[in-house]
């Protein structure tokens, strides 16, 4: 049982380039989510997504995309990365949504991420 | 807008020691309130989930309280141990809203 995974682990690049950060969770979660975490603020949501097929922005999703054609995928695309979002970016996935207390969210170990 | 305050920012206190992080938030309705440990270079790891009915919840030397009518929770940490050195975040969910607020964490350091 992998739990969630994330790659890659780091990444630099450059103004205007794109890119693809992967999650995958083998726990067949409905819930996934993206989350950035800069220094001194708390995790803020980009994108969400309940279930196959169905996916919602968050809190901060402007130049970012995602998709979810399969339970276990929720990959972020970055389409023309500047350096504002150079940032830690974390993966979480959970049975059923966050409202549901006895439902544990698990986050995977994160992107690093460095835009030049 | 749903706020979660954490306090101390940072804190240092000796192996062995206890010590005590709070976080106030303003999340409305309530759902359930979380405790994260996140270890420098890792993802967050769940330790605690509590619902407005919950006042209590320990997990080994992890000890939460909340007071749903204050909007308060507390973490304590008992005879810390260096492996508790870590950043702790305090994660609150309004009832009919999918999307988590987290606080900033606060940074504790176990020093021996």
């Known amino acids: 049982n992998a739990g969630v995974t994330q790659t890659p682990k780091f990444q630099v690049l450059k103004t205007g380039q794109s890119m693809t950060l992967q999650c995958a969770q083998d726990?067949?979660?409905?819930?996934m989510s993206w989350y950035r975490q800069d220094p001194g603020m708390g995790l803020r949501l980009i994108h969400y997504?309940?279930?196959?097929?169905?996916?919602d922005q968050g809190e901060v999703p402007n130049g970012y995309n995602v998709s979810r054609s399969t339970t276990e995928d929720f990959p972020l695309r970055l389409l023309s990365a500047a350096p504002s979002q150079t940032s830690v970016y974390f993966c979480?996935?959970?049975?059923?949504?966050?409202?549901?207390?006895?439902?544990?969210?698990?986050f995977g170990e994160g992107s690093w991420l460095t835009v030049v | 807008k749903n706020q979660v305050e954490q306090s101390p920012q940072s804190l240092i206190i000796l192996e062995g020691k206890n010590c005590t992080l709070q976080?106030?938030?303003?999340?409305?309705?309530?759902?359930?309130l979380r405790w994260y440990k996140q270890d420098t270079g890792r993802g967050p790891v769940s330790l605690t989930i509590?619902?407005?009915?919950?006042n209590t919840k320990s997990n080994g030397r992890y000890t939460a309280t909340l007071d749903a009518d204050t909007k308060q929770s507390s973490l304590h940490i008992t005879a810390s141990q260096l492996s508790d050195s870590a950043s702790y975040i305090c994660v609150v969910t309004a009832r009919g809203d999918y999307k988590l607020s987290f606080g900033a964490g606060t940074t504790v350091t176990v020093r021996a």
């Open positions: 976080c106030n938030y303003t999340v409305s309705p309530f759902s359930n």
């Open positions: 726990m067949n979660h409905e819930y």
């Open positions: 997504s309940v279930g196959a097929g169905i996916t």
């Open positions: 509590m619902t407005f009915s919950e």
């Open positions: 979480a996935s959970s049975y059923r949504d966050p409202q549901s207390s006895g439902n544990t969210i698990y």
